[in-house]
């Protein structure tokens, strides 16, 4: 779908939230779906979404919003969801290709920033207080608290980043073998990890105080700052996990960094300020990045060309192998 034809569709929506056809509409980015911002005259901005054809079923989409919108009523810094005219969370709307398209739209975060962008964060050129993480911490704990509290929602429809979903045969974001630059040395030995790091992560288990609704994507693109509060946006991977996994999340593109040790360090004494963080659950946390890194590698492998998925083969993918590299021999010596 080209950029043309998405602001057509959208445009096309706007009616069905009470707003004129002629509302600006400006794109902000491109992913997995198209991000755009609306400013109607004497109103507020929007976010508005459209959703790549086929990625997320309706169930999905309907169940990240009815999250979100429980989420933002106990108090939690999310964006708030703008429904249709009608009251619907999702509008479905046919494209001019003859193609139903899934739109959302979210109240905008007026005068507030990413709290960084990934290559910043590899390169070690970001300048962020080490005192941010411990904030951030707080966030994540806050939460996994309170989506805790909220549970299964009814109809509650979204994937797993459990041990299937991370490492398994189908794994959710791929298989990270599938990157042609790859030996047979680097496919043998992530084969090899993958099936520890399996083994591992079901033997961490389920329990609540460690699995349940995660964010999936807490990076810092997905975390944006005004003045001292910071808003989690971007549910669109959302489902079940580790708790610890999205603190994985949250450090992986810092791990080079020379402050990588005070920003883990914060991270950890935030969250454990606002829900408990046992030193059991850490001794997990190797397998929770490698993990991560291994999902990055899946996504990337099936996206070739992609600036980000060649970022992540020219910089990450040396990393894991090195980090996989590692977690073998340690393994090895259990």
């Given at each position: 779908?080209?950029?043309?034809?998405?602001?057509?569709?959208?445009?096309?929506?706007?009616?069905?939230?009470?707003?004129?056809?002629?509302?600006?509409?400006?794109?902000?980015?491109?992913?997995?779906?198209?991000?755009?911002?609306?400013?109607?005259?004497?109103?507020?901005?929007?976010?508005?979404?459209?959703?790549?054809?086929?990625?997320?079923?309706?169930?999905?989409?309907?169940?990240?919003?009815?999250?979100?919108?429980?989420?933002?009523?106990?108090?939690?810094?999310?964006?708030?969801?703008?429904?249709?005219?009608?009251?619907?969370?999702?509008?479905?709307?046919?494209?001019?290709?003859?193609?139903?398209?899934?739109?959302?739209?979210?109240?905008?975060?007026?005068?507030?920033?990413?709290?960084?962008?990934?290559?910043?964060?590899?390169?070690?050129?970001?300048?962020?207080?080490?005192?941010?993480?411990?904030?951030?911490?707080?966030?994540?704990?806050?939460?996994?608290?309170?989506?805790?509290?909220?549970?299964?929602?009814?109809?509650?429809?979204?994937?797993?980043?459990?041990?299937?979903?991370?490492?398994?045969?189908?794994?959710?974001?791929?298989?990270?073998?599938?990157?042609?630059?790859?030996?047979?040395?680097?496919?043998?030995?992530?084969?090899?990890?993958?099936?520890?790091?399996?083994?591992?992560?079901?033997?961490?288990?389920?329990?609540?105080?460690?699995?349940?609704?995660?964010?999936?994507?807490?990076?810092?693109?997905?975390?944006?700052?005004?003045?001292?509060?910071?808003?989690?946006?971007?549910?669109?991977?959302?489902?079940?996990?580790?708790?610890?996994?999205?603190?994985?999340?949250?450090?992986?593109?810092?791990?080079?960094?020379?402050?990588?040790?005070?920003?883990?360090?914060?991270?950890?004494?935030?969250?454990?300020?606002?829900?408990?963080?046992?030193?059991?659950?850490?001794?997990?946390?190797?397998?929770?990045?490698?993990?991560?890194?291994?999902?990055?590698?899946?996504?990337?492998?099936?996206?070739?060309g992609d600036d980000a998925?060649?970022?992540?083969?020219?910089?990450?993918?040396?990393?894991?192998?090195?980090?996989?590299?590692?977690?073998?021999?340690v393994s090895a010596g259990?």
């Amino acid at each position: 779908m080209d950029q043309a034809l998405a602001v057509n569709t959208v445009r096309g929506a706007l009616g069905r939230y009470g707003l004129q056809d002629s509302t600006p509409i400006e794109f902000v980015k491109y992913r997995e779906n198209y991000v755009f911002r609306i400013c109607p005259e004497g109103q507020i901005s929007y976010a508005v979404r459209l959703h790549r054809a086929g990625y997320r079923s309706d169930s999905e989409v309907r169940c990240e919003l009815e999250f979100l919108r429980a989420l933002k009523s106990r108090g939690v810094d999310v964006p708030a969801v703008l429904p249709t005219a009608d009251g619907d969370l999702l509008c479905l709307i046919e494209g001019s290709d003859g193609v139903t398209y899934q739109i959302d739209m979210l109240v905008w975060a007026e005068g507030a920033v990413p709290l960084g962008d990934i290559l910043e964060a590899f390169e070690g050129t970001a300048s962020l207080r080490p005192e941010t993480f411990y904030r951030l911490g707080v966030l994540a704990a806050t939460f996994h608290n309170e989506a805790t509290a909220i549970g299964r929602i009814d109809g509650f429809d979204r994937q797993a980043w459990d041990g299937e979903g991370l490492v398994g045969e189908r794994a959710l974001w791929g298989d990270p073998s599938g990157i042609g630059e790859l030996t047979e040395r680097d496919v043998a030995l992530l084969n090899d990890v993958k099936r520890e790091l399996k083994n591992e992560l079901n033997s961490f288990g389920v329990g609540v105080n460690r699995y349940g609704v995660i964010h999936a994507d807490f990076t810092p693109e997905n975390i944006l700052v005004r003045d001292e509060e910071c808003i989690l946006i971007d549910f669109d991977d959302f489902g079940e996990g580790w708790h610890l996994f999205d603190l994985a999340t949250l450090l992986f593109f810092y791990l080079p960094h020379p402050k990588y040790p005070e920003y883990q360090r914060n991270a950890f004494e935030g969250y454990r300020s606002a829900r408990a963080l046992p030193e059991e659950h850490l001794k997990s946390w190797d397998a929770m990045l490698l993990a991560r890194g291994l999902t990055y590698m899946g996504w990337a492998s099936s996206r070739r060309g992609d600036d980000a998925a060649e970022f992540v083969v020219s910089h990450i993918v040396p990393m894991v192998l090195d980090m996989a590299r590692s977690y073998s021999r340690v393994s090895a010596g259990r």
